[in-house]
Structure formats: C-alpha cells, structure tokens
C-alpha cells in the first residue's frame, strides 16, 4: 500500500506494467506523473525506464510509437491542450495500433485552474476510435493504468487515460499489484501494419472499425459496474431516478449518497456500455448523467439511442447542471435535491467569513523575476513606439498582460506569438513585436521563426530566456544558451540582428536603445533577454 496522488499511481502502474520509456512534456496537471517515473528510474537505474521531457507533446507521442514498435511498453503524458499538438500522430495511431503497450494519459483541467480551456480529451479518443479509462479514485488511476497497458497490447491499440485536476492532484492509500515483466526486444515484423500509405490505410481503418466491437464488449464487463437498486425511492416529480457516473462525479454522487444509492452505472471505460446503459433506462423514469468536463456521455448516448430515450436524460445540456465548470458535492447535492431525493449538503457557515478574509490575489511574478525587467524595457519601448501590438505566448511571462506590466495584448496557445506577429507584419502593421519564452519557443516557436526567416519578415521576436521551463516547475528546457542561439542562427535569422541582453535595472536604458533600433529594423529581428529565473537558485 503507498499513498498516492492520482498522478503518481498511474505513474507507478506503469513502472509496474514494465515501460521502457516515459515520454512527456510539462503542463498542469500532468507533470508529476512524468517526475514520478524520472524519480524512480535515477533512484534505481536497474529499472532501465528512458525519461527525458521532449520538446513538445507531438514529439513525445512520436516516441512511445517508436518504442511500441520494437515491442516495449511506453508511457506518454500530457495535458489537455498537449494532445492539440499530438493529435496528428496520435488519430494516425489507431491504424497503425500497438505492438508494445502505449497508453497516453492525458490530463484535462475543467474549470481551468491553470489552462487556458477546458476542452475534454473524451471526444479525441472517440474521434480516433480509442478506448479511454475514466478512473474515479487513486485505486482505479493504479489498477485502469495497468489495465489499459494490457489492453493496449490486447487489441493491438493504443490506449487512453483521462485524468481530470482534482483526481491527479489528490492523495490516497493505492494497494500496488506484482509488476510484469519487460517485454522483449522484437521490431515489427510486419511492414504493411506500419506504413499509412492510402492502400493500406484503407484496409487499417476496416481493421480498426472492426475492432470497436470487441471495445464495446470490453466495456460490457466489470469495469463499468452497474448496480441496480429498485428499492430505493422514487422521486415524486421524476419517478424512478437512475444515475450514469463516471470520473472524479462518482466521488460526489457517493458523498450525497453515501450508503443507499440510488440505481447506477459507473463508466470507468469508453466507448460506454451500451446495453448497461439501457437496462438502466429500461429500469428508470429519468437518468441523472454526472460527468466531469463537457456533456460527453449525455450527447453521446443521446445519438447512439437515436432520441429514443433522450427525454429520460437529466444532464448538463438539460440545464440540469451547469454547462461549464467542475462539478462539486455541492452541485450534485442541489441537483438531486431538485428531485427530492436528499437534502442539499449543508451550507458550511465559515464559508463567507473565509471568502471575506481571503481577497481574491491574482498570481504575480515572483520578487526578482527576470520577466519583471524585460516588461519594463517594453513598456519603456512602447512609450516610444506607437502603436506597437506585442504578442504573447504561454509561460510565467503571460502574467506580463496584467498591471503594471501590461507588455502583452494577446496570448493564444503555444507558439502562437511568432506566427501571429508574422501574420499581422504580413498583413501591413509595423512594427509587431512577438514575446516567448525558451521553452516555449522549443516546443511550437522554432517553425514560426523558420517561416518569418525565410522571408525577413519585417518585425522583432523576443526570446525570454530564463533557461527553465518555470510555471510548470523548473523542467529542463531544450532551447537556453547557446544551443538557442545556435537555433536562431541555423534557421536563417541574420546574425547582425540576432542581439542579447541582460535584463537588470543597470541595463536598463541600453536595452531599450537596442530594443529601439531592432524595432525600427525593416527585417526580421532576434532579442535574447537573457538571466536565470530566480527560483533555479534555491
Ligand atoms: C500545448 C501546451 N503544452 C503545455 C502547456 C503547459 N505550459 C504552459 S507554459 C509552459 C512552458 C513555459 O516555459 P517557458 O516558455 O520557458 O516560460 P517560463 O515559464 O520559463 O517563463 C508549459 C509547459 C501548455 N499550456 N500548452
Ligand atoms: S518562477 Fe521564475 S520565471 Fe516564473 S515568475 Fe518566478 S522568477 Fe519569474
């Protein structure tokens, strides 16, 4: 038995399940499954597990395929908006399947605590025709993880994992099961299970459509239990009240109902158990659909019953539960409350008292932080320069949009600050002024500058190199010092115009000169603001 956060006890299943390799890159909150592994496999190397970030999520998954197709078992992690970047690879996969267990644990943030969506990665595994676990505890992230490795070998598929923030981030008593061995080293043998050229692929995707039969009497089975309970009250509006549960919900749904529940299917495993799903509807008046991120199963089900039993369905598309957001105990306490089946959950009355003394505090950058320097050099700059539209990109410097820095006016997604700017200078504005981190720019930034190089688009890229990943904690990043500059120089960028500065208040002025004199440069331009987060010094 060890105490774990959901994270780490599918980190720990696949340690079990005997990978050779974790493949990942950081984003809240999946980045401690990958630093679980990379702890376990320096404290003892005889493990042999490979564990190196990747420079972004695509090329992560690219390399559990590699693995898979030698035969060893891999694991790939990432956040929600990682699988955006994987899904080319990742939707190719499910033709070309498995032969080493490869499981993608995917963890997905609703409510956004620390993304900039709450998309639902349930419909990419649908999309893709791949199954998907939903662990709801600790105990099932341990045990579907292992299951998912031999279930991916199985079926020859790759397999997912859904995790959502408060599972992942939480800690429990997980009891660990006797580890598998390794798998041998043995490349594929066979060629044309490999290659998607259209002859071929067109056969894969018959293969992989008729593999959804044997998904959905997986999923028929004990991992979408279904406990039916006819004796449990009626609701005096609804009639008999079914429940369909899956994730972190089933969580709540037993804290309302913490010993006499009422009749419920479980899905710890998509696609969903069709015929458990009817049986249920055949046995109630109304179905409560409790699900953590978008109305995945409620629309699902609507469409594969064909309307036939929709009306019975209670959901979020109902109104029945609010459209955006995590659920809570209390959410589901009010909804059952609405049908007269409990009581809401008490209102705690600290609640107020604690909202008040807590003010809301948005998050800052640190006391000494280099990205505090370098917004002063651009708001001096845009003090000058007008009008000077900067766009942004994903990291600590995002905070940069907020007083008193206000040095950012866009922010999208990885990468998006060069080719946006590039966009804009395409489209007439001069002069643009793209701001990225290090990091960032190794994942998504390198193929924007490529592009704007091989014209000398006419506006200025800022690279912060803080030489970290920080938000996400400090991972390595691929793009600091000098292999950064060797980059910027190799994808074609003129070395009058690639320049470094320090971002300290002494350097202040002098920085600003040079930021000046880029600006105006008719070309494409490079400044380096070089100095370490500070946080790298504890
Ligand atoms: C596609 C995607 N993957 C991962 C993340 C999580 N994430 C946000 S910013 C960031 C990296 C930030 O590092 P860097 O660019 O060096 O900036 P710093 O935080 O060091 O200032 C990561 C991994 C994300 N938002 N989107
Ligand atoms: S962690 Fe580092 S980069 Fe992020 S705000 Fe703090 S000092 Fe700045």
Redesign the pocket.
Known sequence: MKLLLGDEAVGQAAIDSGIASVNG????PSTEIFEYIEAAAKKDPGLRIHAEWAAN?KVAYEQALGASYVGQRSLVT??H??L??AADPFVNSALVGAKGGIVLCVADDPSMHS??NEQDSRYYAQFAKLPCFEPATQQDCYDFTRLAFELSERLSLPVVVRMVTRLAHSRAPVSISDPAMRNPLSPAEDRNHWALLPALSRKLYDELLMKQALLEKESEGDVNPLVMNPAFPSSATCGKVGVIVSGIAYNYFREVFPKDAPSHLKVGLYPAPLQKVKALLEACDTVCILEEGYPFLEQTLQGQLQGHFAPQFKGRLTGHLPMSGELSPDLVARSFASLGLCDPLPAIDEADDVKAALRPRPPKLCPGCP?VDTYRMIKALRESVQPLPVFG?????TLGFYPPHQGIDACL??GASISMAKGASDAGQRPVLAV??????G?SGLTGLLTAARENTPMTVMI?D?S?????GAQK?LETGDPLMQSILGLGVDPEHVKIVCPLPQHHEANVEILKAEVAYEGLSVVISRRA?VKLRK
Request: glycine share 10%; charged share 10%.
């Open positions: 890159y950081p984003g809240t999520e990432m956040k908006v990682g955006n970047v993304s900039q990205h990109d994903i990291g600590c410097y997604c990885m990225i981190g290090d990091s960032t720019f994942h912060l803080n970290t990943t920080a938000m996400t990043s987060c």
